[in-house]
């Protein structure tokens, strides 16, 4: 697959996070960036198109609306 | 745009002879003339042979009413989502589609993987589908194309998939953990783990 490459700029408390996020996924960064660019789109296609996107609670049903700004 | 990811080994079943095949990314126009105009009117010609879809296993045709053309062109577009075919003698021999789903294995559970959404070989390529299949090996190619996918995703070579009821001998013997029934999809789930995958990558490269 080709790849380009870019410089990416974060405050330390995003960096933090990123760096949090990779090591409780077991991902490295790059990966991590990867599968939430990948998320925001699918969230992002959702709601444009007009549905709404919720989690849901297994044991209760329970649902919560994710809200997207 | 169709991009090459590797040369790979299938087995002629009738000479016995290993016959050189590629593997690539993303499916262009000769592979959705190929789905049209071999794949779907042999698997249908098959499927109107069984009175059901379930008997239809008895000849590896349940996949007859598989979109490919429209799945393969909605993938294009999203990130995440993926199609793969082999090629060999100028001919679609094999074809899949992935996307990044959630582990279920609890030793991973949560985890990304890579899913495997659909997998097929050509139907010449099927036993017991033709008395003498043309190529052995493709499922095994694509299996092992999905975990370096997940490999190079971050995901460790994690994969998963729901099986159709004719397959899901295939999936055991390949290594696949048989998860659970799923009660939504009216499948079982299968999935791989990271030392599942390793070991069916060893196990490829020994009987290709």
């Known amino acids: 697959m080709d790849r380009r490459q870019m410089t990416l700029m974060l405050s330390d408390k995003e960096m933090t996070l990123l760096d ?10 790059t990966a991590l960036v990867r599968q939430a660019l990948r998320l925001y789109q699918s969230v992002t296609e959702r709601i444009e198109s007009g549905e709404k996107v919720f989690v849901e609670r297994p044991s209760t049903k329970e649902k919560t609306e994710l809200m997207v700004l | 745009m169709k991009e090459h990811v590797g040369s790979v080994v299938l087995l002629d079943r009738t000479s016995g002879e290993p016959v050189a ?7 262009d126009d000769k592979n959705f003339q190929d789905i049209e105009t071999l794949w779907r009117p042999m698997l249908q010609r098959r499927r109107a042979e069984f009175p059901s879809w379930e008997a239809a296993g008895g000849a590896n ?39 990044v789903a959630y582990a279920r294995l609890p030793a991973q559970r949560g985890r990304e993987l890579t899913y495997i959404e659909l997998l097929a070989a050509a ?11 043309r190529y052995k090996g493709v499922g095994r190619v694509l299996v092992s194309t999905a975990i370096s996918l997940s490999v190079d995703l971050g995901f460790n070579g994690r994969i998963g998939l729901h099986s159709l009821p004719q397959s899901t001998m295939w999936y055991q013997g390949a290594g696949f953990t048989d ?12 999935e791989m783990s990271e030392s599942d995958a390793a070991a069916f990558v060893g196990l490829k490269r020994s009987t290709l």
């Open chain 2, 21 to 27: 095949a590629d593997v690539f990314r993303e499916l």
């Open chain 2, 179 to 190: 998860v659970e029934f799923d009660t939504e999809k009216e499948m079982r789930y299968f």
């Open chain 2, 61 to 99: 045709a349940q996949d007859s009413h598989w979109e490919w053309v429209d799945k393969a062109k909605e993938a294009e577009r999203i990130m995440g989502r993926d199609t793969f075919a082999v090629e060999c003698d100028g001919e679609t021999q094999g074809l899949m589609l992935i996307d």
């Open chain 1, 20 to 29: 949090q996020l990779a090591e409780r996924r077991g991902m490295s960064k």
């Open chain 2, 123 to 133: 139907p010449w390529n099927r036993t017991k589908f033709l008395s003498t299949p």
